[in-house]
Nanobody, 121 residues
Framework: VQLQASGGGLVQAGGSLRLSCAAS????????MGWYRQAPGKERELVAV???????NYADSVTGRFTISRDNAKNTVYLQMNRLEPEDTAVYYC????????????????WGQGTLVTVSS
């Protein structure tokens, strides 16, 4: 199973970016999907999560500015980021709880490779 994230880049404060993360491989089911971020010198922190039923949860710092969504048919999670601030600068990682198929089913948490978001003031 692989998670491929894309959509990062350089944007001015107040601008917008949309991140995407697609899961591929021997997937039986994807439960919760989410985005985390890690700024330089800081620990990785939760940004937003979404269940397979569509229930969402956000970090206080992004509530009202970011929106997480998913397309279950495409095994893809999105993060729409509006009104970006310099404090949002970080490497953003997607993650997902995935049940994989084959002779034996297994459930695990998988991470994407990270995509850099830089917000200039």
């Amino acid at each position: 199973v692989q998670l491929q994230a894309s959509g990062g880049g350089l944007v001015q404060a107040g601008g917008s970016l949309r991140l995407s993360c697609a899961a591929s491989g021997s997937i039986v089911k994807i439960s919760t999907m989410g985005w985390y971020r890690q700024a330089p010198g800081k620990e990785r922190e939760l940004v937003a999560v979404i269940t397979n039923g569509g229930t969402t949860n956000y970090a206080d710092s992004v509530t009202g500015r970011f929106t997480i969504s998913r397309d279950n048919a495409k095994n893809t999670v999105y993060l729409q980021m509006n009104r970006l601030e310099p404090e949002d600068t970080a490497v953003y990682y997607c993650c997902a709880q995935i049940t994989t198929g084959g002779a034996i089913w297994n459930q695990g948490q998988y991470w994407g490779q990270g995509t850099l978001v830089t917000v200039s003031s």
